[in-house]
């Protein structure tokens, strides 16, 4: 009888084994997620810097067809009354004048030239990492 009994008890697992089990588990997801959030943020950088030269070439062909810059980044999405050869179409889609974090560029137009930037994500001045101002810089095209 006691042989019947032992045999039943054998053929689980227990409690111990299913905790170390679920640790393991953890660890490793912990270390692959981790890895995989790195990667996503830097995708997000990556798309952000694609979207600064989207918006810096439409900057420069409204330029051309107007013989200024635009005052806001939403003249590169709808017509003015002083530019007679805007378009016909916007420039770029409302949602390219945005970072992939979703927040606006920093635009600040000077005579025929301009600056544009991120704010990262943390979406403030300054910052390390994912969180650094990422710039549209001319000579990297």
Known sequence: MFKQLKKMNSKGMTLIEILIVL????TVMGVIGSQVMER?????????????????????????DCNKMPGALDGLITASDDCSNWGPEPYIKKDQVNDAWGKPFVYEPDGASFSLKS???????????????????EEEK
């Open 40 to 64: 996503f943020q830097k995708a997000k950088v990556r798309e952000t810097k694609i979207r600064l030269n989207n918006v810096a070439q439409a900057l420069q062909l409204h330029y051309a």
């Open 119 to 137: 704010l990262g994500k943390d979406g403030r001045e300054g910052g390390s990492k994912n969180d650094k101002d990422i710039v549209f810089d």
């Open 23 to 26: 640790a393991i588990i953890g």
